[in-house]
């Protein structure tokens, strides 16, 4: 056998040999499972993770009944952690979906349309990225009144605006290829092309950016409880948490600590698992 065709059927093992996907995916990927399954399931720490006892109030790690110790209202700190995912990840997806879904409808309309309609969606897409964003949360939030669904509702707008830019120029990238061109010379509709033969060769941008949404998501709605403009008072939420337990920094600094690595490690896996796939697809494809 040649030296060439050695070569060739190295090169044949490499493409056939599956790809090792990183240690850190795989303690990304058991990370996101952990929450869901808090979201899921909000009291598999235990029930009365909001019952108050003041007496029990600020008890350090390794308390007995109290891993992680009691904040000021004698709250167990490990109970509330847990308990507190849902409204700290349920926001950010539903955050992601509902940017992805605005992104996409206008985004495919300007850039497939064009004209008015192009310069109308692209001008207001402009003038709301000009905006600090978080800053502008805020700002509404604090006029409405607040509330974690008001929250919610501001940033999944405010996040729309760079899915509209992303999926229009994804649909102009892809309007002058061949395959369009043959789907126009046969007649189909507007809405029939774009769904049915440009969205899924955009898919995958879409994918990433829902990804990347909810990582942000994560830390702007901790950012708006921390500040008191999400969760009430007394529901469970990371960010609340923090607010809550920066009392505590010297004499259980687990009621911060734990509640602030639980929304670096959420928003940081989210992120690892996004960009693999986004690399695994592009590989395949």
């Given at each position: ?74 709250r ?82 405010l ?80 960010g ?23 929304i ?5 896996a ?16």
């Open positions: 056998m040649s030296r060439a065709t050695k070569a060739v059927e190295q090169v044949r093992v490499r493409r056939a040999a599956p790809e090792r996907i990183p240690a850190s995916v795989y303690a990304s990927a058991f990370i996101l499972l952990l929450v869901l399954f808090w979201v899921v399931f909000p009291s598999a720490g235990g029930k009365g993770a909001l019952l108050q006892d003041i007496m029990s109030g600020s008890l350090p790690p390794g308390s007995r009944g109290h891993l992680l110790g009691t904040d000021t209202l004698g167990d700190v490990l109970k509330l952690t847990i308990a507190g995912a849902r409204s700290a990840l349920l926001g950010p997806i539903v955050i992601a979906s509902g940017s992805i879904v605005i992104g996409i409808v206008f985004g495919s309309i300007a850039g497939w349309f064009g004209g008015a309609a192009d310069w109308l969606i692209s001008r207001y897409a402009d003038m709301t990225l000009s905006l600090p964003s978080l800053l502008l949360a805020i700002v509404v939030s604090g006029i409405i009144g607040g509330g974690y669904w008001v929250s919610v509702l501001v940033l999944m707008i996040y729309s605006p760079f899915d509209i830019r992303i999926v229009r120029s994804a649909v102009i990238a892809e309007r002058n290829k061949p395959y369009i061109e043959a789907a126009l010379v046969l007649r189909l509709n507007a809405l029939r092309i774009i769904f049915k033969h440009i969205f899924p060769n955009i898919a995958l941008i879409v994918c990433v950016n829902f990804f990347l949404n909810i990582g942000y998501g994560i830390v702007s709605m901790s950012s708006l409880s921390y500040i008191g403009l999400g969760v009430s008072p007394q529901d469970a939420d990371w609340r948490q923090l607010l809550d337990g920066r009392e505590l920094i010297f004499t259980n600094p687990a009621a911060v600590l734990s509640a602030g690595l639980a670096i490690l959420t928003a940081t989210v992120n690892i698992v996004g960009n693999w796939i986004a690399e695994r697809n592009s590989l395949a494809l």
